[in-house]
């Protein structure tokens, strides 16, 4: 069943007509495409290019349409081409004459370039309101562990005291830089290209700004060849889709390592956790290893559309409806991702007395110890030479900073008083540290604010 049977005097090959199609998933976007066609002819009419009562039987007959594949009463078969073919053959079925009408002043190439940017906005929509989800679960966390101490490390290497509060902070300012990713491509992906016809506009005289008032963009788009052959906003949003992929897995990695028996520092709840059919002693992190590995197939969409569109001239080619497959799948997959990490960590407990542990074990408040001195008057690099000979006097002893007595601190220099305890103490190495950004208890609570007021947004 085509479009364009017209011209042609052979039918199509059966292995071209499937390798040609794309009807088996571009039908995810039939809600936009009739969204698309109600909006066009609406404008036909009011120009008087089609006549009121054409109008409304098109209208009513795409709307039946919608209806029928909503419920699944009409079913997609495989002798159309595309989404563009099945609506509109569909719709002269069921009105006839009118229906034949609807195409007037439009093209397939300006309806999928829009059927594509709507299908991207709405979708847009729905992962922003996931990573919305998902931080305000980190948020919970921030403000549930202000006092929750742990290492902070470099090199993977325990660095110095902070506070789980802060380590969630972290993730918090990556998903809010993923959010406003997306508003930026939003904003600026958010022109209408229908009207621009096949490639060079069309001879009907069509209102642009109408439509594109209708379906909610700022205007329509200014260079008809551009417009049918823009996939831009594709392309960043798959980067914008990779860039969430790529903290989601970082996030994964470090679940993983705290989930490990050596560090212990978390335990995943039985839902997000699965056994082995061989070791009965194993809980595996299947989902964060799974979200992990996923982040492959999105980076991969978007260096496969890359390359797609490098070697394209102007303006539509028909390589661009390789832009579907890839795009929906990066879509699905981060969703997915995002919906189920957020029920992993809110449901994930934490052994707090472990994270403690293990910053107090590692020297992560030798710095403080080495600042200490400082303030005594003991210039910054002797400072840390001498601390360097304490961690190593402590390391032979298989002991911590804070174990040594008074006498073996002044042994090694005579700077140290009693109040070292105290200055090199837990509490005290994450509480000074109250510089905006760090984990100091004042520091946070005032970034906790500014995160509330942020997800108002
Ligand atoms: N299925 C096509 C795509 O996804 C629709 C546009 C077809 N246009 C054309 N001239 N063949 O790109």
Request: charged fraction near 30%.
């Given at each position: 069943?085509?479009?364009?049977?017209?011209r042609?005097?052979?039918?199509?090959?059966?292995?071209?007509?499937?390798?040609n199609?794309?009807?088996?998933?571009?039908?995810?976007?039939?809600?936009?495409?009739?969204?698309?066609?109600?909006?066009?002819?609406?404008?036909?009419?009011?120009?008087?290019?089609?006549?009121?009562?054409?109008?409304?039987?098109?209208?009513?007959?795409?709307?039946?349409?919608?209806?029928?594949?909503?419920?699944?009463?009409?079913?997609?078969?495989?002798?159309?081409?595309?989404?563009h073919?099945?609506?509109?053959?569909?719709?002269?079925?069921?009105?006839?004459?009118?229906?034949?009408?609807?195409?007037?002043?439009?093209?397939?190439?300006?309806?999928?370039?829009?059927?594509?940017?709507?299908?991207?906005?709405?979708?847009?929509?729905?992962?922003?309101?996931?990573?919305?989800?998902?931080?305000?679960?980190?948020?919970?966390?921030?403000?549930?562990?202000?006092?929750?101490?742990?290492?902070?490390?470099?090199?993977?290497?325990?660095?110095?005291?902070?506070?789980?509060?802060?380590?969630?902070?972290?993730?918090?300012?990556?998903?809010?830089?993923?959010?406003?990713?997306?508003?930026?491509?939003?904003?600026?992906?958010?022109y209408?290209?229908?009207?621009?016809?096949?490639?060079?506009?069309?001879?009907?005289?069509?209102?642009?700004?109408?439509?594109?008032?209708?379906l909610?963009?700022?205007?329509?788009?200014?260079?008809?060849?551009?417009s049918?052959?823009?996939?831009?906003?594709?392309?960043?949003?798959?980067n914008?889709?990779?860039?969430?992929?790529?903290?989601?897995?970082?996030?994964?990695?470090?679940?993983?390592?705290?989930?490990?028996n050596?560090y212990?520092?978390?335990?995943?709840?039985?839902?997000?956790?699965?056994?082995?059919?061989?070791?009965?002693?194993?809980?595996?992190?299947?989902i964060?290893e799974?979200?992990?590995?996923?982040?492959?197939?999105?980076?991969?969409?978007?260096?496969?559309?890359?390359?797609?569109?490098?070697?394209?001239?102007?303006?539509?080619?028909?390589?661009m409806?390789?832009?579907?497959?890839l795009?929906?799948?990066?879509?699905?997959?981060?969703?997915?991702?995002?919906?189920?990490?957020?029920?992993?960590?809110s449901?994930?407990?934490?052994?707090k007395?472990?994270?403690?542990?293990?910053?107090?074990?590692?020297?992560?408040?030798?710095?403080?110890?080495?600042?200490?001195?400082?303030?005594?008057?003991?210039?910054?690099?002797?400072?840390?030479?001498?601390?360097?000979?304490?961690?190593?006097?402590?390391?032979?002893?298989?002991?911590?900073?804070?174990?040594?007595?008074?006498e073996?601190?002044?042994?090694?220099?005579?700077?140290?008083?009693?109040?070292?305890?105290?200055?090199?103490?837990?509490?005290?190495?994450?509480?000074?540290?109250?510089?905006?950004?760090?984990?100091?208890?004042?520091?946070?609570e005032?970034?906790?604010?500014?995160?509330?007021?942020?997800?108002?947004?």
């Open positions: 069943m085509k479009l364009w049977g017209g042609f005097t052979k039918e199509e090959n059966e292995l071209v007509h499937n390798f199609e794309s009807l088996s998933f571009d039908r995810k976007f039939y809600g936009q495409d009739i969204k698309g066609s109600i909006a066009h002819v609406t404008m036909l009419a009011r120009q008087g290019i089609v006549s009121e009562e054409d109008k409304e039987t098109i209208v009513k007959g795409l709307e039946s349409i919608l209806e029928d594949l909503d419920s699944g009463k009409l079913e997609f078969t495989r002798e159309y081409e595309d989404i073919s099945f609506v509109e053959s569909n719709l002269i079925k069921r009105v006839g004459e009118a229906g034949k009408r609807l195409h007037t002043g439009r093209s397939r190439n300006d309806q999928v370039a829009l059927d594509m940017k709507l299908y991207c906005r709405d979708e847009i929509g729905e992962i922003d309101k996931l990573v919305k989800g998902l931080m305000e679960e980190i948020l919970k966390l921030m403000e549930d562990n202000l006092d929750t101490y742990m290492p902070g490390f470099t090199h993977l290497q325990k660095a110095q005291p902070v506070t789980l509060a802060h380590h969630m902070g972290a993730y918090f300012e990556m998903f809010y830089r993923d959010r406003t990713r997306l508003r930026d491509i939003r904003e600026r992906m958010n209408c290209p229908l009207g621009a016809g096949a490639l060079a506009g069309t001879t009907y005289p069509l209102d642009r700004d109408y439509t594109a008032k209708l909610g963009f700022y205007g329509p788009t200014m260079n008809s060849m551009d049918v052959s823009d996939r831009d906003y594709v392309i960043e949003l798959l914008a889709l990779s860039i969430i992929a790529m903290h989601l897995s970082r996030f994964s990695e470090e679940i993983i390592i705290w989930n490990s050596e212990q520092f978390v335990e995943l709840d039985d839902a997000y956790s699965t056994g082995s059919s061989i070791m009965p002693q194993k809980k595996n992190p299947d964060a799974l979200v992990r590995g996923k982040t492959g197939r999105v980076y991969g969409a978007l260096i496969s559309l890359l390359t797609t569109m490098k070697g394209i001239p102007l303006a539509y080619d028909k390589d409806q390789e832009d579907k497959e795009t929906f799948d990066a879509i699905d997959t981060v969703k997915g991702c995002l919906a189920l990490f957020a029920g992993m960590i449901t994930m407990s934490f052994r007395d472990v994270m403690e542990n293990s910053a107090k074990n590692g020297f992560t408040n030798a710095t403080d110890a080495a600042d200490y001195l400082v303030n005594h008057g003991v210039p910054f690099r002797d400072a840390h030479g001498i601390v360097g000979q304490l961690v190593l006097y402590c390391i032979e002893r298989d002991m911590a900073l804070d174990d040594m007595t008074l073996e601190f002044k042994a090694v220099s005579p700077v140290f008083e009693g109040d070292v305890y105290e200055a090199i103490s837990m509490k005290t190495c994450v509480e000074k540290r109250v510089s905006l950004g760090g984990p100091g208890k004042a520091a946070m005032r970034v906790i604010q500014a995160c509330k007021e942020r997800l108002k947004e």
